[in-house]
């Protein structure tokens, strides 16, 4: 490629030849080398989201399986799902890059910078939708690769392209994409649907809001510049905190319900309350000091965003001890 960061030195320091959004003349530009495209594709499939996602999957499987599920059906699994996750992402991307090329948290992925482009982006999200359609059709089952086309479709249709850049409710409903792993893995083991990934589902669901908004509140001015009606850019802190105390109430009591409805043994509702009643105290601390400032230092946003991702973590492993346990 032969395009530069237009934040990088070598660029500042030839300021007088600058084109267009400060990209130097064809001839000036140093190349990019292998290594650095090869990190940039791997970079447009958002590696930490697929690994949040996957962790919601194979818990569950070892749950269906009320055991260890057979590992060559977990790889299978994995792998199309990580691709299909992958695949999602860089849809998002693509559509995204030219609010990407404005915001802090996005300016320096692969099409913002130019290293990749958005035609060999497009045909390398859709090579990897074919090969995660492929391997869950042939080593896992058709409702499975079904689920997982669904969510790819949802997130990039619904959530990217529908709801993102107009109404304040995105991530909530968006969020649903974000929650088919959890029926992907036990469908894989069982072939069919029930209530105990359902309510999974819904755990993962109310948790989204206050993951994201949290998340949004750190960057709120990069949404708020590039016009997304993400919750934090368009209400005051107080009012954001709020409602991820709401959420946080909802989330925590839905995830009791495993409980009853799975017949779980002892160890997960016991660990569901103490992670719930942690994360509990972390949204009313949140609130609380989103109550006295709309300050970020005084706030903390990221704290508790860290402190969503310990909770959905453990609770998923949680979910995977169980069985083992009885």
């Known amino acids: 490629m032969t395009y530069v960061d237009p934040a990088s030195p070598e660029l500042s320091s030839r300021g007088a030849q600058r084109g267009v959004n400060g990209v130097l003349p064809e001839g000036d530009l140093p190349k990019a080398s292998a290594k650095d495209v090869v990190m940039a594709y791997v970079g447009l499939t958002k590696p930490r989201v697929i690994e949040l996602l996957l962790l919601t999957t194979v818990p569950v499987m070892f749950f269906a399986a009320r055991g260890v599920p057979p590992l060559g059906l977990v790889a299978a699994t994995v792998a199309g799902g990580a691709l299909s996750a992958g695949s999602a ?13 404005q915001m802090r948290r996005t300016r320096r992925r692969a099409l913002p910078r130019h290293i990749v482009t958005p035609v060999a ?28 086309l669904g969510a790819n479709a949802f997130y990039v249709f619904v959530y990217t392209m529908l709801l993102k850049r107009r109404t304040t409710q995105n991530i909530v409903w968006g969020g649903i994409a974000g929650c088919f792993p959890a029926l992907i893995g036990w469908t894989a083991v069982t072939g069919e649907m029930s209530w105990v990934p359902i309510v999974l589902f819904a755990v993962v669901f109310f948790w989204t809001p206050p993951h994201t908004w949290a998340l949004a509140l750190r960057y709120r001015e990069d949404y708020a510049q590039v016009d997304v009606p993400m919750l934090p850019a368009v209400k005051p802190a107080k009012a954001v905190a709020r409602q991820i105390v709401a959420y946080s109430w909802v989330m925590v009591g839905v995830s009791l319900l495993l409980w009853p409805v799975a017949g779980t043994g002892w160890f997960y509702p016991a660990a569901a309350v103490v992670l719930g009643g942690v994360f509990l105290v972390e949204a009313h601390r949140m609130l609380h000091r989103a109550s006295r400032s709309d300050e970020l230092s005084v706030i903390q946003p990221m704290r508790l965003f860290h402190s969503s991702n310990l909770y959905l973590s453990l609770l998923f492993v949680a979910v995977a001890i169980d069985p083992l346990l009885h």
Do not use: H, M
């Not at 992402?89 to 090329?101: A, G, P, Q, T």
């Open 121 to 148: 982006a497009l045909v390398f999200g859709v090579v990897l939708a074919a090969l995660s359609t492929a391997i869950l059709l042939l080593w896992v089952n058709p409702l499975s690769a079904a689920l997982s």
């Open 89 to 101: 992402s860089v849809f998002n991307c693509v559509y995204d890059r030219d609010i990407d090329e």
